[in-house]
Structure formats: C-alpha cells, structure tokens
DNA sequence: GTGAAAGCGCTAACAT
DNA sequence: ATGTTAGCGCTTTCAC
C-alpha cells in the first residue's frame, strides 16, 4: 500500500496541507521545512494518487487518443510513429495517453458507433482532452466534439467546415508532394504523372494541388498524366499499367506509399526498373518506403513536431490560455531513395 | 459538468445508494425501483466518476503499456498490430490501455530509466496492471515488477528465469518456423539456410529449433547453412550474400522480416527472382511482408488471440481467481505469398 | 429493499 | 508560513 499525504505529513512533522503545499506550491514553504519535506517524501517514496487529485482537481491529467484500425495490406504505418511520438510529448507535458477504440471490433459501422467512444471518456471524466486524427470527410468526430464543447486538438485541417474553431496542427501536404515533384523536375524528369485519391478526399486534392503547382511553375503540361484511383496497392498498380501505356511518364508521384508500392509492382511486371527507367515517389515514408528494394523516395511528415505542437495547443486550450495560433502547419521533408534516381 | 449520483437519485426519487446499488448490485432492487432509476440513469446520461469509483474501490481500470520506440528501418510492425488488439480486448473487459513511454526519450539508457515509468504509475496507483512486451535477453523490467508484487501479464515466456511464476502468453516460434521449413520441403526444397540472431537471444534460439527440428526430421543436413547476423537490412543482406556465394542453398528462411527483406535486396542484386531462383520467408507477416512486390511468405503471429489471452489474465490475476494456466503458447500460422514459388 | 453515515486521498479556502 | 475545515463523487458498512 502506497504512502498518502498523512504519512509523509507525520514523518516530516507537519501538517497535511503542508505537503500538499510543498509539491504544488514549493514558494509557499519556509526553505527549511521544505526540504525537510522533500526528503520524507524521498525516503517513502511518495507520489500522489492520482485518482485523489483527479477527484480534487477535476484533471485526470489523461488524454484520450481512438486508435483506428491497423491496415493491413497496405503501407500507412504513420500511426505508429506518431502514436509514440505523442506519447513522447505528452510525457514531457505531464500527461499520459488513453488509448480507446472505435464501434464494436469489426469495421467502423455507423457515425454512433464511432463517437461512443468518446461519449463514454467524456461523461465518465475520464480523460481532459481528445486528440482527433481523422479529420477527413463525413467524419463526424469534429464537430461532435464542439457541440458538446469537450476540449480537443485535432491532427489534420477542418477541411470540410472551415469556421471550426478549433486548434489544430496539420502537414502541408501541398508542399511536401511540391517538393517531390520539384525534386524529379530537377533531375531532369519532363511527364511526370500524378497517381492520387479520389476527387472527394481533401486531403488527396491537397496533395495533387502540390504536383500541380510545381508543374505549372516549371510549364510542364499535365493533360492525362493525373488519376485517380482508391488507396490500395492494386489500385496504383492499376494505374501505372494505365499511365506507362498511354501517355509514358518518366516519373510518377502517387498520393501514398500504397499506391507508389502499386507502381512498383506494375514496373516489376514489365522488367522496368524504378528510378532508372521510371522514378517514382510517394507519400508518408513507410517502413516499406525505406526497406523496399532499391528503397522508395517519400514525402515524409514531421510527426516528431506534430506530436509536440498539439500537445502545446492542448496545454493552452486546457489552460485557457489565449492560444492565437488556430491552427499550425508543418513542412513535410523528402527521404530520397533509390526509386528516383 | 455531467451528473452526479446525487442527480440521478433525485430524478427517480430514491437515494443516492439506491442509484450505486442499481448500477452495481442491480438485483438488491425491487424490478420497479431499478426500471425507474434506470429511465433516470438514461434520460441524464449518467456514467459513474471514474476518478471518484477509482478512489473508492482501488480500481482504475486501466492496464499500463510501456510503448518500445517504433523501429525505422526495419520491417518489425508487429506493435501497431498487437496494440490495436489489446485495446480491443480490453475494452470487451472493460478496460483501457495508458501508454507510457521508456526512459527520457531517446534511447533507452540505464535500466532505472527504462523501469521509472513502471515506477511512477504504480507509486501513484495509476494503473491496475500491466502489460509487459519484452521480456528477451537482461530486460529488468518483469524481475523488477515481480520484486514489487506489481501485477502484470508478459507476452513473452520468462526466458531467462524460469522460476518465475508470472503468467505470460507467447507465440511458439520455433513451431512456426518449423511450419515455414516444413512448406518449403513440401515444395521440394532439399538445401534450405537460416539467417539468425545471435546466439544469446532466446527468442532467435527458438525459432532457429524449428528450422532444426524440420530439418532434422526430413533428414537433411544443416551444416554450413545457419547463420548468426543482426536484425538489419543490412546484415540480411551481407549474410545471404555469403550462403549464396558459399553453400547456394535453394530456400532461406530468416527470423525476421527485416532480415528477410535484406535477402531480397541481395537477390535483387544479382538479378535473382524471389520465389522462382531462390525461396524466401520471414517472420512477422510485416507490412512489408505483404506489399514488397511479388510479396514475400511470412510467419505469422496471432496477435489477436494474444492479446484476447493477455487479457484473460489479467482479468483472472485482478481479480485473485486461481488461474492454473501459468503459460499460455500459441501456434502462428504461414502467410504464404510469392517468394516461396 | 432502501436510507444514513463514513471515508477513500487529495486540494481550495480560510483561519491562525 | 502553517494548520483547520470541508468536500470532490463514489461505494461500503450497517440500520431500518
């Protein structure tokens, strides 16, 4: 059974409050019975109970993360480093991460089922805050959330409702595919094809939006070298094979490192090699990006710095600090690999 | 702020116990009292305090999970996988998952920094229980747990002590590598290598016994055929390089995907066809597994379950029952893709 | 079957 | 600068 309060208050021969007033006040104390304090603290090993101070205090110091489903079959492994990334940056803040799961197992039935997860942390005080991940179309998660005013920072824009006026941190997506493109076009590279989501998804829009930029400043034309395909592996597969017998790009830059593994297989079937006879480049810097063969060149995210700007904005928001900043955008880097060049 | 107790009691007209007993104990109720608290419970949308439930009864109802850092470089995902499960069959118990990271961030310096998240959580009686992940070669973190009479489940058997008396789930790898050797014999292969960890690593120990144990039973000779190399890329690549330019076996099976994705950069190098020169497995069915172009066989192992038998154990060990099955051993399965003809 | 009283360990407000 | 009092929301005796 671990000390309480009264145990370290008897040892050090003070009161109570005392203690509590030498953790969380220190300036309070006279330096002498301060560290008379902190050395019965020491010697018992004391740390509050935390169930005590959430009851108190009414701040669980928790907070709340839905872990979508892993996808198999598929090269989206970003939550998993940013999943530890924000354990990382929540640690230093003081808090610690709440893992929970969307409706019942299987896949994600109804906007109810979804949302019960966060319903149930909420109402039960269990957790002070939300970080929302899938800031996507038709997800609900968002505005659910303000309705019922429950604190939340959000990973990823308020595309679909622009006058959300919550915090939020995102990747510039744009820029980062901008990036990629400008890299092929400085190797020389003319057609350079798009590979991306369909035209509903904000984020896939964002992405082709960057290709786009960096072709009009370069005055490349761009008739036929887009699609738009799901985001699988067969589908970038798909394609390629489409895109290498019409128009014959020289380079290809795909939505996801899904789809960039989808050409892969589409060159291998043909004896092509990647980087020599077509590049190609995708988006997120997989593990598969990084250990394929010859190795996949990605548009890779700053997760490591999206993990501690969300924390900060949950600090300010859970502060009720004035926190100016709505919304942060990060610059994605380039992980050169051999499928470029 | 959400109801209270005291709320739902004075909405259905009884007190505030009798609202604690519909919840807990509902069968000390008369049928129509609960109904009437239940409508009440139901129209406020009352959900218990979990921080005051957890003062009173002791219980948080939360398992802790030290999160390893997420390996770049490698194809060793299977924590994505395995921390979805768990969070799944948790919260079928009833119960979240709090993460938690190692030491100050970086790499895991001292065994004190590794154990002082452990520490703090327990001290402060944060969570009920944990789940422990690596249990492999001088990690401190069960005999330091079990010293503490801090309950925890490990996934992994006690290796190293055998006397301990913890209860742990574990797959079988040297079953599944035997299984992975056995569907390469099927296939005709007679010279089949391993590419392994070093020798102090138990768990390389054990799937390495598999390639053994199906060698020896088909009677064939090993000699010269096993090697002992780190868990890169890069090492499965330089090994494979030596078999190839030594014993030229027909198949490898390696420990891991990430040594196995080094073979077939060495394959690739030699203008060499997975599957159809030289047979290929790996361990872990990795994303890369699964999408590397032409798809390389890999053993797999069956988180979900394992997570479904961590929990039963947990549930059993919180709750005192005896609970005989000190080890639980569970049996992968083969994920057969083209790298295996 | 239902209600009254006590207390889990802590901190905020006040008194000294 | 330190001690006293009260109460966060819940469950656990124990009366009735």
Known sequence: MPPTLADVAERAGVSRQTVSNAINNPDLLRPQTLERVQAAIQELGYRPNRAARHLRTRASHLIGLRLPPAQEFTANAAMDRFVHALV????????????????????????????????????????????????????????????????????????????????????????????????????????????????????GQDRRAGWERAMAAAGRPTDGLAVRVADTVDAGREAADVLLDSVRPSAIVCASDTQAVGVLHSLAARGLHPGRDVAVVGFDDSQVAQVVPGGLTSVRQPLEQVAIELVRALEALLAREPYDARGVLLVPTLAVRGSSG
Not at 171 to 198: F, K, M, N, P, S
């Open 88 to 203: 990382e940056a929540s640690r230093e803040a003081g808090y610690h991460l709440l893992l929970f799961s969307g409706g019942p197992g299987k896949p994600e039935t109804t906007a109810e089922d979804l949302v019960r997860g966060y319903d149930d942390l909420l109402r039960s005080t269990a957790v002070d805050a939300f970080i929302v991940t899938d800031t996507y179309l038709g997800n609900p998660q968002t505005r659910w959330l303000s309705e019922r005013h429950a604190p939340f920072v959000a990973f990823g824009r308020p595309w679909e409702d622009p006058d959300e006026t919550h915090p939020w941190v995102d990747v510039d997506g744009a820029a980062g595919v901008e990036l990629a493109t400008q890299h092929l076009l400085d190797r020389g590279h003319e057609r350079i094809a798009w590979i991306g989501w369909a035209e509903t998804s904000f984020i």
